[in-house]
C-alpha cells in the first residue's frame, strides 16, 4: 500500500511538472525554477547580498532591474489586464519563489484564461525586488560569478556565460503574438546580433555594465568589477530624483549624437542641416519596448521643429507596426529642417528620450505622476548669422 501511495504522488508530482504551460513554446511562460537559498546566507534577498556587496548593492537599486514590479505603467497595465498578468510576471519577477500563483496550464490553449495555482515556496518579500540579484546569480544552491579565485562565505562558480549576451535576451529578446492585441516585441538580442558589436565580441554588458576596478565585497580585495545601474534610456521612475542618482548619469552616454552640418539663411527662410548617427547604441536607437522613442527639439527665433526617431504601432484592432524610423548601429542620417524666418538668430538643440505618448500616459493616468521622458542632450548656442 506504501508503495503505491508514494508511486501516486511521484506520478501527480510528474504530472504538475509536465502540465507547465507551453503553448507557443517561450520559456517565460514559465517562471525560472525555485532556487534554495546558497549555504551560508539566510535569505535570497537583494538586501542580505547588499550586506557585503554594498555599492553593488545601491547601485542594482537604482536600476531599472529593482523598480519592473513597482514601475507605475507596469502596475496601471496589470490592472486593465489581470488574466494575462501571470505572463508579464513571468519576466518582471521572474523566479518561481517569486510568484504567489504559478499558472500550470490554460484553459482553451487562451493565454486569458490561466489555470492558477498557490505556490507553496511564494516569498513575498523577493517578489517586491523584481529582476534580483539571484535571478541573474544563483543557480542549484551556487552562486555564478565572473571570477576564478574569490574567497566567498557562499558557495560561488565562475560561469562564462554571465559574460555573454544569454544572461540578457532571456529577457531581452522576446517576439510573440498571442492575440491580436497582446503581442511581445522585444527584438534587443537580434538587433545585437546582426550588428557590428557581436562580431566584436562586445556584448551587453561591455556597455550596460561599465567596468572600474574596486572592492566588490566587504574585506574582499580591488578587483575588476562591472557596475550594475544598467543604465539605458535614462528615463527616471519618479518625478523627484535626487543629486546622486544625476550624478551617476554621467557615466553613461546616449547613444544618439547630433552634429549640425550647415545652418544657414537663404531666400528669407533658414534652412539646418542635421546629422544624426547611432554611435553608442549596440542595437536599434531607440530598442525594446515599440513605444519608446526620442524627439530632437530644433528652436530658433521662437519657432521649435521637432524630428521624431522611434516606432510607431496601432494597438487594436490588430497589432501592427505601421513605420519605423529607428537607427541602426553605426547608422548615420541626414535630416534637413526648415525655418520660415530669415532672420540671424540662436539655434538652439535638445534631445529628449520618450517612454510613451502623452496620449497613452492619459489613458493609464499616468500623467504629472511618472516621467514621460528626460532630458539627454543640450548642444551649445549655435548662431545664425
Ligand atoms: C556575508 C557576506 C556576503 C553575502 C551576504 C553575500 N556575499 Fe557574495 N561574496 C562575498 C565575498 C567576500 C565574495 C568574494 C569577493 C572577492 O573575492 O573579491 C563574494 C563573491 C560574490 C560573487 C563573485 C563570485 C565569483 O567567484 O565570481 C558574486 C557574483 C556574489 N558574491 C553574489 C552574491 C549574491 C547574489 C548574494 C546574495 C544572494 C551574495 N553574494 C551574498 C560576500 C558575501
Ligand atoms: C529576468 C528578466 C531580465 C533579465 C535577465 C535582464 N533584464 Fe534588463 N530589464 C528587464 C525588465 C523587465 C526591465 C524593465 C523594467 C522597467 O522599466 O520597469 C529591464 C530594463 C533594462 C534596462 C533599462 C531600460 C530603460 O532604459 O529603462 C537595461 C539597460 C537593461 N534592462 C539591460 C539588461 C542587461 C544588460 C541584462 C543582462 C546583464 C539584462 N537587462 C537582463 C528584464 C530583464
Ligand atoms: C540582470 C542580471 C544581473 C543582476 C540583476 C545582478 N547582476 Fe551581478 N553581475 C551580472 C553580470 C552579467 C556580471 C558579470 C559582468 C562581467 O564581468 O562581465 C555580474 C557581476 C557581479 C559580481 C562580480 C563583481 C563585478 O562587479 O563584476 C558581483 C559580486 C555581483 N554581480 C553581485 C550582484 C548583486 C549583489 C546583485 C544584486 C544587488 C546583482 N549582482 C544583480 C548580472 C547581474
Ligand atoms: C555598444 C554598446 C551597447 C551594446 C553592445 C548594447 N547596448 Fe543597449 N544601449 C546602449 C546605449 C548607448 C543605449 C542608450 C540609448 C539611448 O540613448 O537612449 C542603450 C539602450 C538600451 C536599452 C534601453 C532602451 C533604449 O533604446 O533607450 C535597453 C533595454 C538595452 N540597451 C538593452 C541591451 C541589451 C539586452 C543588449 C545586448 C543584447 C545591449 N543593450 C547591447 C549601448 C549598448
Ligand atoms: C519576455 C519577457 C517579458 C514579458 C513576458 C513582459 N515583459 Fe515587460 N519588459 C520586459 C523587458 C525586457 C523590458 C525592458 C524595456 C525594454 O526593452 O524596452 C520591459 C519593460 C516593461 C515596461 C516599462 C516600459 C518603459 O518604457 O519603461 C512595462 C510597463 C512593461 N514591461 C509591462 C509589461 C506587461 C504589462 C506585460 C504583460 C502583458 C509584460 N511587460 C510582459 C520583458 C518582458
Not at 505603467?73 to 489586464?81: I, L, V, Y
Not at 571570477?147 to 562558480?157: G, W
Not at 539655434?347 to 492619459?362: D, F, H, K, M, P
Amino acid at each position: 500500500m506504501k508503495i503505491r501511495v508514494s508511486l501516486a504522488l511521484l506520478l501527480i508530482a510528474a504530472a504538475a511538472a509536465l502540465a507547465k504551460v507551453n503553448i507557443l513554446g517561450y520559456w517565460w511562460e514559465n517562471p525560472l525554477p525555485y532556487q534554495q537559498t546558497p549555504a551560508g546566507l539566510a535569505s535570497l534577498s537583494a538586501r542580505q547580498c547588499g550586506a557585503c556587496h554594498q555599492e553593488i548593492y545601491r547601485e542594482w537599486q537604482a536600476s531599472a532591474h529593482a523598480h519592473a514590479l513597482n514601475d507605475l505603467q507596469f502596475q496601471a497595465e496589470m490592472q486593465k489586464s489581470p488574466e494575462v498578468g501571470w505572463l508579464c510576471l513571468n519576466c518582471h519577477t521572474p523566479l518561481e519563489n517569486q510568484i504567489e500563483r504559478i499558472a500550470l496550464s490554460v484553459r482553451n490553449q487562451s493565454t486569458h484564461q490561466p489555470v492558477l495555482t498557490a505556490n507553496p515556496h511564494f516569498d513575498s518579500a523577493l517578489h517586491d525586488e523584481a529582476v534580483t540579484c539571484a535571478v541573474c546569480h544563483v543557480r542549484g544552491g551556487v552562486i555564478f560569478g565572473p571570477y576564478e579565485n574569490s574567497k566567498a562565505p557562499h558557495p560561488v562558480r565562475q560561469d562564462r556565460r554571465l559574460l555573454t549576451a544569454d544572461v540578457c535576451t532571456m529577457c531581452h529578446q522576446a517576439t510573440a503574438a498571442y492575440t491580436d492585441t497582446l503581442v511581445c516585441t522585444f527584438d534587443t538580442g537580434k538587433e545585437w546580433r546582426n550588428g557590428p558589436y557581436a562580431a566584436r565580441g562586445q556584448s551587453c554588458s561591455s556597455c550596460h555594465m561599465p567596468g572600474i576596478d574596486r572592492i566588490v565585497a566587504t574585506g574582499g580585495p580591488v578587483r575588476h568589477s562591472r557596475r550594475h545601474f544598467f543604465f539605458g534610456s535614462k528615463i527616471p521612475k519618479e518625478t523627484r530624483q535626487n543629486a546622486s542618482e544625476m550624478a551617476d548619469y554621467a557615466l553613461f552616454r546616449p547613444g544618439l549624437t547630433v552634429k549640425i552640418a550647415s545652418a544657414r539663411r537663404s531666400g528669407g527662410q533658414t534652412l539646418v542641416i542635421l546629422k544624426l548617427k547611432n554611435a553608442l547604441a549596440g542595437h536599434m536607437l531607440p530598442t525594446g519596448d515599440p513605444e519608446r522613442f526620442i524627439r530632437v527639439d530644433v528652436a530658433l527665433g521662437g519657432a521649435t521643429r521637432s524630428l521624431r526617431i522611434g516606432q510607431k504601432w496601432e494597438w487594436w484592432p490588430k497589432a501592427k507596426k505601421l513605420a519605423d524610423n529607428r537607427l541602426k548601429p553605426l547608422e548615420e542620417r541626414t535630416e534637413t529642417v526648415e525655418f520660415p524666418s530669415g532672420q540671424p538668430g540662436t539655434l538652439r538643440i535638445s534631445v529628449y528620450n520618450g517612454r510613451l505618448t502623452e496620449q497613452n500616459a492619459r489613458y493609464h493616468h499616468l500623467v504629472g505622476r511618472y516621467p514621460l521622458e528626460t532630458k539627454v542632450i543640450e548642444l551649445a548656442p549655435y548662431h545664425v548669422n
